[in-house]
């Protein structure tokens, strides 16, 4: 079974470009979330993504956005990087269905600096 | 407002000598509280979920408790591989978990 992996692991960014981060979620899980983690922070919920559609978000403005494809991998997109966007940014995933048990799987993440 | 407050902010044990993590939240219909452990550079690990008052639950040297105000992580015996930050979160919402920021434990052997 293959567990949820994250690309690129490390990425640097200057201020005002833009990023895709990529994941593909647990095989079977056709659940995927977003957060952001900041150096010392606990984790912070971006979006969530089902059956390809977004279905919850948190708040964070539109310039993060997202997409989900049909096998389920995911791609998150920040534009007009600023400073604060500098974190660890997590995939998880989970299966869709039955009651939610917040059992999320998480990636490893991709380290943001943003300069 | 959701909120999760978790103490201490960092615990440091030797081998053996038993603790407890707390993690007290403020939220409106809880749905869930969950344990997680995250390892430095790691994305966080599923460990427990908790519905209701009462409810407890146990992984090796692990328990998790859970009142109405608050959820207790029992660390029993721990041995340096149990060092890691635990998180307590909160199902806030249909589909996303609210954190708290973390209580980081370092046995020392």
């Known amino acids: 079974e293959t567990g949820v992996t994250q690309s690129p692991t490390h990425l640097i960014k200057t201020r005002g470009q833009q990023v895709t981060l990529r994941c593909s979620s647990q095989?079977?899980?056709?659940?995927v979330s977003w957060y952001q983690q900041a150096l010392g922070q606990g984790p912070q919920f971006i979006f969530q993504y089902y059956r390809e559609e977004e279905n919850g978000r948190g708040n964070f403005p539109p310039r993060f956005s997202g997409l989900q494809f049909p096998n389920y991998s995911s791609e998150l997109n920040v534009n007009a990087l600023e400073l604060d966007d500098s974190a660890l940014y997590l995939c998880?995933?989970?299966?869709?269905?039955?009651?939610?048990?917040?059992?999320?799987?998480f990636g490893e993440g991709s380290r943001l600096t943003v300069l | 407002e959701d909120q999760v407050t978790q103490s201490p902010e960092a615990l440091r044990l030797q081998e053996g000598e038993s603790s407890s993590l707390n993690c007290s939240y403020t939220?409106?219909?809880?749905?869930?509280l969950f344990w997680y452990r995250q390892d430095p550079g790691k994305g966080p690990e599923f460990l427990f979920t908790?519905?209701?008052a009462g409810e407890e639950k146990e992984k090796e040297r692990l328990k998790a408790t859970l009142t109405k105000k608050e959820s207790f992580l029992h660390i029993t015996a721990p041995k340096p591989e149990d060092s890691a930050t635990y998180l307590c979160a909160v199902q806030a919402g249909a589909n996303n978990l609210f954190f708290g920021t973390g209580t980081r434990l370092t046995v020392i052997p």
């Open positions: 908790l519905y209701s």
């Open positions: 095989s079977g899980h056709n659940t």
């Open positions: 998880a995933s989970r299966a869709g269905t039955g009651r939610n048990t917040g059992e999320l799987f």
């Open positions: 939220v409106s219909g809880l749905r869930g």
